[in-house]
């Protein structure tokens, strides 16, 4: 008989996939675990406990038409140090959660169902993960494809407001300064009927106007040579209404007129003019042409005579002293049959911007339904002026982001570039030469080709971390200074059991004022995968948390993790709870309750039939079920007066198959014994090692008195062969655990 001690002190790569439990030859086999569950990975190889969901708020039933539904989301609102919210989207409302600026206290201070208009607001339970959203100072957009982007504002320390994103509009209000899209097919022409007022026909020569009832083109805005339409109805596919709001010019071509020595008649070149003998005109802009000056050409004009579809002629208020091609650039004011005409590119018919960002000091809309591959970028500094005005450095920005196939962009994200994650590919807009972006260098460049998930990519140790499309790969985006690229490297190889239909992610960092920094990533079984990662010392591992109800939405602000989980309150009823994993509690959906006689009260947090647990301090009371209200402990301590109560959460640490490499090779498949097992502990109250528990306090002790954590390094004795021998880290009670490392002693 051979005995060996094994050392597990640094399990950095987390619990991993079964397809691996063979790979006793390589490093990460040593370095992981077959479960790691409910505890975080730590820096220095250990593991421990994850803190408890202290309760702060339960919510109503979250209902529509009648039926309970599960889905809300979490988002951060960081205004300052000092003022900081959680905010819960639901189907059609809001809550907003203040963060005491002194206490650090969560409390209820706004709840929001319609928005400034008095108009329902837009958020729908179905596609809640699915939005994106960025904030700036106290305003945050929320975005989807099927509404106008919502702004979220605050308006004081404990009030806010919901309205839809308007844009800027020119003083007169007969410009509005948004994107536009000649949606039209190669060669339509928009033909108005006059040039300016109201309920104006608009024709187009062949079908373009949506038809439905109603058409949803009414409301929308055509731009017509740079003024604009309000589109009041449709009458057919080729005829619409509509109010103009400046009036109608059209811009010639680079000296469209021609003169005659003697003669006040001028030719003009106007590609399908549709004029009349007749007909009044109104020109401006004019260059002297021919001995004419401007001011005999500009002004009130009637059309003389027609040449032909493209040509007509108007009398000027002088003779020609010379024959000549010229004019400059004039204007005229028409209602011509033009071809350079288009449409809002926002609109309940077109669709709206799917994603949202801040970059360089602009916002940035992208992926709308019509345009799936533009992205949308204001004026810098101005972000309700999307004004693409004569490309200067700080006018809007807008570009496909084209590789030969339509790419439905789901996110833009602002970080050593503007990124830009489509349903097939990854993208970056680089900076010109370390300049700012314009107009006029901005360009778009294809790096790898996974596409994305609809869930919100998120920064983490300096990469984007996405999901890739279809839940069941993480990569991380990350600019290779080597290849001088992005590469999007995957990061759930080893754990890819974990990643189950991911629905969001959040990075925290700071876990318990130390260096860590982890990736939540809430599946949609209510479980969540936890990655830790620092490539700086090549550490990379996943774990699970899971709880007795099922988590549905996170978010982190600073150092505070905040969860919304469904829990079993019993009797069956479940409810959507508000909780903060607190690393000074013991049990989920923690309340500290005070009572007499060991007697509690419990029913404004559970029902009859809720089997919970209770703690005072260090010292587990028990465990209890919910009966008239109240939980009774006077059977074990009748002068308790004060108790934290909750639910119980699994915890568990268990080995891969301890094994270790002989002159013949591994010793896998051959019947071994592990035993015992030397556990280093660190501020411990209740472990577990196959079963066998860790005695802390003796029965002779004074149980009055608070039990003291262990810290130290503690035998465990263990008996029997296995062909794959494992240990087992549970816990008795729920009290805090912490393992830096473990040796078992094989035998074989």
Known sequence: MQKVRVPLTNFKYGEVSPSLYSRTDTELYNQSAQRVENFFLRAEGGVIKRPALEHIYKFADITVDGTKVQQARLLPFIFSDDEQYIVSLEHQKVRVFLLSPTTGAVSLTATITQDVNSQTLKFDHDYLHEYTFAQAGDVMFICHALFMPQQLIRTGLSSFQVEPFVF??????????????????????????????????????SAYWDTSSPSKHIGTTIRYNGAEIEITGVTSSTVATGDILDTLTVKLDVAPFRTEQGSANVEVTMVNHGLSVGDSIVIAGSATVGGIANTNLNGTRSVASIVDDDHFVFAAAASATGSEDGGGTPQIQSHAPITTWDEQSFSSLRGFPAAVAFHENRLVFAGTVAQPDAIFMSKSGKYYNFDVGTAADNDSIQVTASIGEINQIRHVISNRDLQVFTASSEMYLPAFQNQPMTPTNVQVRRQTSFGSGFERPVILDGATVFTQKGGAIVREFLFSDTEAAYVASPISTVSSHLIKTPIEQNVFNGALNRSESYLFITNADGTIAVFNSNRAENRAGWTEFTCAGTFVSTCTIDDRVFANVVFNLGDGTEKHVLCEFVATKNTDMSTVFTGSSGVFDVSADFNNGAVVQVVNGNNYIGQFTVASGNVDVSSVDATLTSAEIGFDFDVTLTTNPIDVSIAGGPLTGIPRGVTSVFLDLNNTLSVSVNGTNLIIRNVTDDLSLQQQAFTGKHEFRLLGYNADPQVTITQSAPLPLQVNGLIAELVF
């Open 168 to 205: 800027d509009q020119r003083s007169d209000n007969k410009e509005v300064y948004q994107p536009y899209f000649n949606f039209q097919k190669s060669g339509v022409t928009l033909d108005p009927s006059a040039t300016s007022g109201s309920g104006v026909t608009l024709t187009t020569s």
